[in-house]
């Protein structure tokens, strides 16, 4: 019933800053998924497709550390009698915590701190809340980035908040109606998506839900059908819960009885046109969720009940706190299933949110059809199908409505796209979304100067570009800038090929770059050029490049650089030159956690016991979901200790021995399967 603008006093590590390289996508924008011999052909379907990594032109947020000190993070808070709900707006909107006032309890699984850690796109994430993806695989480009915040009035005098965002990858608009009437025991979310481009783009939405995760939780939906992943497989298989082939014998609607990482995806029938999802607790409690039938889809996630499922949930929170599962909603059969958004189009649902009390021992049956029917019977009771249609039909009336005060800046995105659009002539940006001058920063001025101005500005080769753009509309712009000779500079012909790299068109980002590198050698063009040649597989052309780049300025820019160089170099397994390298950096360099990680097969093999030693001690900030490139250094250390022990040489057979033998460290020990 009430928006306000508070903050939130917390534990934690702020993101201190972007990788300046422009990450490159996928050339392979399909993803080949292995599926089982258990797999339902109606949903090999578009499995794959346009899952291929993408970045551009978002940077990658990748530092920050483990060093916590309190911090104050601005919040917005939309309550009223029964229920308080605290978004994040830095913070792609993430609704924080949602709270029972009527028992004082979280009804969310709430982080006791934030704490950055590299599972989404662009890296950083944190655990916790509700988190709203969209448009590429992963947790979102925005997840750890401001949205616009602004508050409206309903018809009945309830204030409501809204949360939008231009997204920059697709060219689409976006936007979060959150509903909490006096008297409503539901908090209400509207989502609209609109694309207005003149053709289709990929699309993807999951709703990311964490729900505290105890020794009998218990999850349910409206379907037994899913397809689960297969560990050993490392693909799909579908089955009905609650007992899967991959583990026989167990009921995993039970999160906690999974002895690895896994998911498993509820397949909605297409005759169901309200799906749910809920999560029963030993004292009767249950969360639910509830959507009109554009969001078809259900997931439950966990991090399993082994060394490294726990040791993640301890990383992203606390020890002993930071046990939780996921509850997810989307468009497409898994997060690996392809989606196309026509052109022209606007797609919206309405998810709602709450929580309620069952009997444990109907909700407990043995029978998981029997408990499944007796949980569907009281979330109907709750909030059947036609009372989420009628709440959808009613926000669905304030999607035009425009802010009534803006409580939040985002990034200044939308507004140079409304800015372009209006110069340009075209269509208008869509009603109930409010762009500000004030957005506006840095970042979006050398393409306001290219707008308005007819060039984009040269700037000296040491700095850091202020942003990337790949929008084909930029890139036009840009093209018919450069046939003044007057407009041609360095870094003009820099960011045009980076556009056209981006789009695939190889020939001419090269000629592009070759063109910059004529009128200003740069550290920049040279790393590009890297990338073409890692590209086509000539890593010797590769390290030359970088290496140009080097001696440009008798050393990187960013320690991204040196990154990248030594990842060229270990390829090549040579160990020297790549101890030698990382000599040669900076001290701060020298002590970033993904450099030590890429020497440490570098120090092993050249006898720097001292050094593994120091690694396998330390509690590394970025260490990425799945990562086994530590865990596999320890096992390594610990073969050659025993040959050197038996006066052999180090062998496969030796290593599977240590594994055995030489169980990692808790600490550094992030398996998804496994011990």
């Known amino acids: 019933m009430k928006v306000?603008?508070?903050?939130?006093?917390?534990?934690?590590?702020?993101?201190?800053?972007?990788?300046?390289?422009?990450?490159f996508r996928s050339r392979d924008h399909h993803r080949e998924v292995f599926v089982n011999e258990n797999y339902v052909d109606e949903h090999k379907l578009n499995l794959g497709n346009d899952t291929g990594e993408r970045y551009l032109p978002y940077r990658m947020q990748d530092r920050y550390s483990r060093a916590r000190e309190m911090l104050e993070l601005k919040t917005v808070v939309l309550e009223n009698d029964h229920l308080q709900a605290v978004f994040l707006p830095d913070?792609?909107?993430?609704?924080?915590?949602?709270?029972?006032?009527?028992?004082?309890?979280?009804?969310?699984?709430?982080?006791?701190?934030?704490?950055?850690?590299?599972?989404?796109?662009?890296?950083?994430?944190?655990?916790?809340?509700?988190?709203?993806?969209?448009?590429?695989?992963?947790?979102?480009?925005?997840?750890?980035?401001?949205?616009?915040?602004?508050?409206?009035?309903?018809?009945?005098?309830?204030?409501?908040?809204?949360?939008?965002?231009?997204?920059?990858?697709?060219?689409?608009?976006?936007?979060?109606?959150?509903?909490?009437?006096?008297?409503?025991?539901?908090?209400?979310?509207?989502?609209?998506?609109?694309?207005?481009?003149?053709?289709?783009?990929?699309?993807?939405?999951?709703?990311?839900?964490?729900?505290?995760?105890?020794?009998?939780s218990r999850v349910f939906s409206d379907t037994k059908d899913v397809i689960y992943h297969d560990p050993e497989l490392k693909g799909f298989g579908t089955g009905q819960l609650p007992y899967l082939s991959s583990v026989p014998d167990t009921d995993v609607s039970y999160p906690m009885r999974f002895p690895y990482s896994n998911e498993y995806f509820f397949q909605t029938a297409e005759s169901c046109k309200s799906p749910w999802e809920a999560i029963v607790y030993e004292d009767g409690r249950v969360f639910y969720e509830r959507s009109t039938a554009l969001l078809r889809y259900r997931k439950m996630f966990c991090w399993g009940n082994h060394q490294g499922g726990r040791r993640w949930c301890d990383f992203l929170a606390?020890?002993?706190?930071?046990?939780?599962?996921?509850?997810?909603?989307?468009?497409?059969?898994?997060?690996?299933?392809?989606?196309?958004?026509?052109?022209?189009?606007?797609?919206?649902?309405?998810q709602i949110f709450g929580v309620s009390v069952v009997d444990t021992k109907l909700a407990y049956d043995e029978s998981w059809d029997q408990a499944q029917g007796y949980v569907a019977a009281h979330l109907n009771e709750k909030l059947d199908e036609a009372e989420v249609y009628a709440s959808h039909n009613k926000l669905q009336a304030y999607a035009d409505k425009l802010p009534e005060s803006i409580l939040h800046k985002g990034s200044g995105w939308g507004e140079l796209e409304r800015i372009r659009r209006e110069q340009a002539g075209e269509r208008d940006i869509p009603q109930g979304i409010l762009f500000t001058d004030e957005s506006l920063g840095a970042e979006q001025l050398p393409w306001i100067a290219l707008m308005q101005e007819g060039s984009l500005p040269e700037s000296a080769v040491g700095d850091i570009p202020a942003s990337w753009m790949v929008q084909k509309e930029w890139t036009r712009l840009l093209q018919m800038s450069l046939k003044n000779p007057d407009n041609q500079n360095w870094a003009a012909y820099m960011h045009y090929g980076v556009m056209l790299y981006e789009q695939e068109l190889e020939a001419e980002a090269v000629d592009a770059w070759e063109t910059s590198i004529k009128l200003q050698p740069s550290t920049w063009v040279y790393r590009n050029l890297a990338e073409v040649m890692k590209q086509r597989g000539q890593r010797e052309e590769a390290l030359a490049c970088l290496e140009q780049a080097y001696n440009l300025t008798n050393g990187f820019p960013d320690r991204a650089f040196a990154e990248e160089y030594l990842n060229l170099i270990m390829l090549g397994k040579d160990y020297s030159k790549a101890w030698e390298v990382y000599e040669s950096l900076s001290v701060q360099d020298a002590r970033c956690d993904r450099i030590q990680i890429i020497v440490g097969k570098a120090a092993l093999e050249l006898g720097k016991y001292e050094f593994v030693n120091s690694l396998f001690n330390k509690e590394f900030a970025v260490i990425r979901e799945g990562e086994v490139l530590i865990i596999e250094l320890w096992f390594s250390y610990q073969a050659r200790k025993l040959a050197e022990s038996r006066n052999t040489s180090v062998t496969q057979q030796l290593i599977e021995e240590a594994k055995v033998m030489f169980p990692p460290p808790v600490n550094i020990d992030f398996r998804m399967v496994g011990a």
């Open 4 to 23: 306000r603008m508070s903050s939130l006093t917390i534990e934690g590590a702020l993101i201190e800053g972007e990788n300046p390289l422009p990450m």
């Open 91 to 216: 913070y792609g909107g993430r609704l924080y915590s949602l709270k029972d006032k009527r028992t004082n309890r979280e009804i969310l699984y709430k982080n006791p701190v934030f704490q950055p850690a590299n599972l989404a796109i662009l890296n950083a994430w944190f655990s916790g809340g509700i988190e709203w993806n969209i448009g590429h695989l992963g947790h979102t480009y925005t997840t750890c980035s401001p949205l616009h915040a602004a508050k409206l009035v309903d018809d009945e005098g309830n204030e409501f908040l809204r949360m939008y965002e231009y997204e920059r990858c697709k060219n689409i608009f976006w936007q979060l109606d959150f509903h909490l009437p006096q008297g409503s025991e539901q908090l209400l979310l509207y989502v609209r998506i609109v694309n207005d481009n003149n053709h289709a783009v990929p699309m993807y939405w999951w709703t990311n839900i964490a729900v505290e995760e105890t020794t009998e």
């Open 318 to 350: 606390k020890p002993g706190e930071g046990n939780y599962i996921e509850l997810q909603g989307g468009f497409a059969p898994t997060q690996l299933h392809g989606l196309e958004m026509p052109a022209h189009t606007i797609w919206d649902f309405t």
